[in-house]
């Protein structure tokens, strides 16, 4: 986990920024790449920024984006000279570790995720993950298969004077100005030995020299290196090595599944997967298991809600966890329930939606109510959650929305968005002060009558729908729902924000760009939006973008009583102090 200050501000045309101090938590247990250095540190790329660490595998410092990288997640380390160059999932970065523990980060380059980095004929080619190649910032032509600018390239490497990539299209070699295909299988790795290209694939490794292409097997292959004379393969099975003509386990080396692997002075080696970094001080000495995280259980964030000095996190793919003073503990759930949506805390209780039903949690007692569709519930996906004024809990569904609190849930809202049309999911639940419930969904948002809420037989024409037809929305997709006193505020997927009067109907369009599900909230006096491009917010002077995310798509933004804000992104957590 990174705990590292820092200072941010909000950016804003015309207006001077405030500087504020800053953390960004992530988890750092995933090692993704790895270099071993000069005196015995090693970098690591995670999931959740660079690592340095010691012969012992503790850490001296981590970077995010926050930090000034292109981007978090960190995909590849590759040393050219004295240069060391890091592939980000935002672009390529020139890092230089200095003397005392940390790294100097140097000319940076956004462009999709990078994935490999080789010189060649005096160019430096990146290969990049929905971009193709690029050679000096520069897009090379490859003929065969998809466009170039939207090519899925994995790996690069020379041999026999030449220069291959690889990817989901399969292997090229470059041919004066372009990339001509040589074979249309999947490449996920390769390395070249003096005449020798080594390809790695989900299917094993081939060795190709020249156009006779020998194939050994081996399993699924993550990552290729030419490490002390030997090509070693990280994969499925941990490390291996190929010792005449044959795929052989490294002896002592860790098993397991293996996506990182690097070589350095010494006889050096450092590899790693999803469950932390592997250490080789020397070619015969015994490897080390490294970076434990106290951090989030996954960087992919998707909700977190305030309960006292607690902050609990819903990930999108590890389940849920909760941070308190300063330290993260992993809360485990029923299974299935590793996917959470949205968060509630209500009457001591945290409710917890996910895509398999919604999950009571009482933490004081340690109990658990699970409900599902089969008990009740409109749909299986619980999307949104709210209570109301007069203590009720309401769940948006895939299939509509019903209140949860009794023995049974009762639904709530119209039966079809008019005509034969279903309302769709429900992604967004807010009252206003007059009473009236708005539900938003994907056919638009709907206010019902007050305190009249539950679903008519006549189809709901009690029912009122705003959408884009009607003049009030920028997008039918309605995102989050958020209300003051007299306006009822709107985030749509890609229509921005509308603020619509209560009293007369009337709407206007703020803007504000992609709004995340549930992503509005109120930061003092200003609307905060989290969105796929940053956190933003606005007041009478227009939008702000908040500076130094640890990630651009911004999932949730909550503020706490003492000022303290808290960010979350599908890259980590950033909190904000007074």
């Not at 978090?72 to 592939?87: N, P």
């Not at 070693?232 to 795929?247: E, N, W, Y």
């Not at 024409?461 to 009607?470: E, I, K, L, N, Y």
Request: hydrophobic residues 40%; charged residues 20%.
């Amino acid at each position: 986990m990174m705990k590292a200050a820092l200072v941010i501000g909000l950016v804003s045309v015309g207006g001077a920024a405030s500087a504020e101090h800053a953390t960004i938590e992530t988890s750092t247990k995933e090692a993704r790449a790895c270099l071993p250095l000069d005196g015995g540190d090693t970098l690591v790329g995670t999931g959740g920024g660079l690592v340095r660490v010691d012969e012992k595998g503790a850490s001296r410092g981590v970077w995010t984006a926050g930090d000034g990288l292109p981007g978090t997640r960190i995909d590849s380390i590759v040393r050219d000279g004295d240069t060391i160059w890091i592939g980000t999932d935002g672009g390529l970065a020139e890092v230089k570790p200095d003397d005392d523990g940390g790294v100097t980060i140097g000319k940076t380059i956004a462009t999709k995720p990078v994935r490999d980095v080789i010189r060649f004929g005096g160019k430096v080619y990146v290969a990049t993950w929905d971009g193709g190649v690029l050679a000096n910032k520069t897009p090379v032509a490859i003929k065969g298969g998809a466009k170039a600018a939207r090519m899925r390239m994995s790996a690069l490497a020379i041999a026999g004077g030449a220069l291959y990539a690889g990817g989901e299209a399969g292997l090229y070699r470059l041919k004066g100005a372009r990339f001509e295909r040589v074979s249309k299988d999947a490449v996920t790795a390769l390395a070249g030995d003096g005449d020798t290209l080594w390809i790695g694939s989900v299917r094993g490794i081939e060795r190709r020299d020249g156009e006779k292409v020998t194939s050994l097997g081996g399993g699924e292959v993550r990552r290729l290196a030419r490490i002390d004379g030997a090509i070693t393969i990280a994969g499925a099975d941990g490390l291996a090595t190929i010792d005449r003509g044959r795929v052989v386990a490294i002896d002592h080396a860790p098993r397991g599944f293996a996506q990182a692997l690097g070589g350095g002075p010494g006889g050096a080696r450092c590899s790693g997967g999803l469950d932390g970094l592997d250490l080789q001080s020397a070619a015969d000495a015994p490897w080390l298991h490294a970076i434990a995280t106290s951090g989030p259980p996954s960087n992919d964030i998707s909700a977190i809600v305030l309960d006292g000095d607690r902050l609990y996190a819903g990930t999108f793919d590890q389940g849920l966890a909760v941070r308190a003073r300063g330290a993260w503990r992993t809360i485990e759930l029923p299974e299935v329930h590793d996917r959470i949506n949205t968060l509630l805390v209500a009457d001591k209780q945290l409710w917890i939606g996910t895509a398999e039903g919604l999950v009571i949690l009482d933490p004081a007692h340690d109990r658990v109510r699970v409900i599902g569709k089969r008990d009740g519930l409109p749909g299986r996906n619980v999307l949104a959650l709210h209570l109301t004024s007069d203590g009720r809990i309401v769940a948006g569904t895939s299939q509509g929305a019903a209140f949860v609190d009794g023995a049974r849930p009762e639904r709530v809202g119209p039966k079809n968005g008019g005509p034969g049309r279903d309302i769709g999911n429900v992604w967004s639940i807010a009252e206003a002060p007059a009473g009236t419930l708005w539900l938003g969904t994907t056919t638009g948002l709907y206010r019902g009558p007050a305190q009249a809420w539950a679903a008519k037989d006549d189809g709901g024409q009690d029912w009122t729908r705003f959408s884009v037809a009607t003049g009030a929305l920028g997008d039918d997709w309605v995102t989050s729902l958020l209300a003051s006193d007299d306006t009822i505020y709107a985030g749509t997927y890609n229509g921005g924000v509308a603020a619509i009067e209560l009293a007369t109907g009337t709407a206007a369009q703020l803007g504000g760009g992609w709004i995340n599900p549930g992503g509005l909230a109120w930061d003092g006096d200003k609307l905060a939006a989290a969105t796929m491009d940053g956190l933003v917010e606005h007041d009478a002077r227009g939008w702000t973008a908040l500076a130094g995310l640890p990630g651009k798509d911004t999932t949730a933004f909550v503020r706490a009583a003492d000022g303290a804000r808290y960010i979350a992104t599908r890259r980590g957590l950033m909190i904000i102090r007074p």
